[in-house]
């Protein structure tokens, strides 16, 4: 009878011990029984990290657009909003993505990160504009960009401004057509981001020097390498 009431007292100390969430080593657990260190819900340290990589950096973010979006289920609908938006850290890198949830504050927060995971690099000339003219397409939306003297300013509108905004680009002429649904525009876009080279990255695919790409144009000696010069990125 000894032995028994032995047993009984250490099975209700196990069950004790694990509706407080400990175990007999006194370590504390975490919810679904997993230690401090595992990847239980109080310890998700990928949430962590991201946090720690985005917080030495400032990026501009962007609302493009907002939209409340329907889904019909068993006994009526179901509410809730999409949100696309852009980031950018204004000295070349731009990214955009799209989020839903059922209130407008946490699709924002979905998309912007989804943007900051898509977030590409486009070389600008001088830091202020494109360095030759582009073409993008996607769907039925059709874009056009070409490069700018300065002072010309962003001439885009709506989507493609926030685009340029974002990336840091201070001189820039668009032209849309087709479709006016944002996101065709935001990926036309950068189809034709995507399709930007600089005369660096041109020079050292072709084995030349950047001045032998000026100087082909027509342009002296001393202004191709003047030109060339100037070439940052």
């Known amino acids: 009878m000894a032995d028994e009431s032995e047993i009984q007292k250490t099975e209700n100390a196990e069950v004790a011990n694990a509706a407080n969430g400990t175990n007999p080593n006194n370590e ?13 819900r109080d310890g998700r340290g990928r949430r962590d990290d991201r946090r720690n990589e985005d917080a030495g950096e400032e990026l501009i973010e962007k609302l493009v657009h ?9 006994g009526g609908k179901r509410f809730g909003f999409a949100a696309l938006v852009v980031v950018g850290d204004g000295k070349g890198r731009v990214g955009f993505g799209h989020g839903k949830a059922r209130e407008v504050p946490e699709a924002i927060s979905k998309a912007t990160a989804a943007a900051k995971k898509t977030m590409i690099r486009v070389p600008l000339r001088e830091g202020r504009t494109l360095h030759h003219d582009g073409r993008g397409r996607f769907g039925a939306g059709l874009v056009y960009l070409r490069s700018a003297p300065s002072g010309t300013g ?5 989507p493609m401004r926030a685009i340029f905004e974002s990336l840091g680009v201070a001189d820039v002429v668009t032209k849309s057509v087709g479709t006016s649904n944002p996101y065709n525009m935001i990926r036309a876009t950068f189809e034709a981001l995507n ?5 660096k990255a041109v020079a050292q695919r072709r084995g030349k020097r950047i001045a032998d790409l000026f100087s082909r144009g027509g342009a002296s000696a001393a202004k191709a390498e003047a030109d060339a010069a100037a070439v940052v990125e």
């Open 66 to 74: 907002i939209n409340r979006v329907s889904k019909t289920v068993k």
């Open 195 to 199: 399709d930007q080279k600089s005369p």
């Open 28 to 40: 504390r657990r975490g919810r679904g029984g997993r230690g401090r260190g595992g990847r239980g």
């Open 154 to 158: 962003i001439i885009a509108g709506g």
